[in-house]
């Protein structure tokens, strides 16, 4: 299925446990649907050493993926519906469709 959203675009979380907080997509799964968006789904992680990495065990605080589902673009700080329409030139265009300007 093509999402209608994409890396390095602003959404707001719309439901869940973070609802409202607003971030960046920092990793988009197509297969699984799963977006990573900065700094929200915060989980705590045990980590096990690794010499080759320089990296130290412990408990390690990281973002976990969420459904795209749960997540809209955002367009001022309200989230929005994506749509998708033809320009001039025949290139399809992501709009909002609250606005109708094109993202």
């Not at 446990?17 to 960046?24: H, P, Q, S, T, Y």
């Not at 096990?48 to 459904?67: A, L, S, Y």
């Amino acid at each position: 299925m093509k999402l209608k959203i994409k890396k390095n675009d602003n959404v707001i979380v719309i439901s869940g446990n973070d609802k409202g907080k607003i971030g960046r997509i920092l990793e988009l799964d197509k297969e699984k649907m799963r977006v990573l968006v900065e700094q929200v789904n915060i989980r705590a992680k045990s980590e096990r050493p690794n010499q080759t990495n320089n990296q130290k065990g412990g408990i390690v605080h990281k973002e976990m993926p969420i459904h795209y589902s749960k997540v809209a673009l955002v367009e001022g700080n309200e989230p929005v519906r994506v749509g998708i329409k033809l320009d001039d030139k025949g290139n399809k265009i992501r709009y909002s469709h609250k606005s109708g300007k094109a993202i």
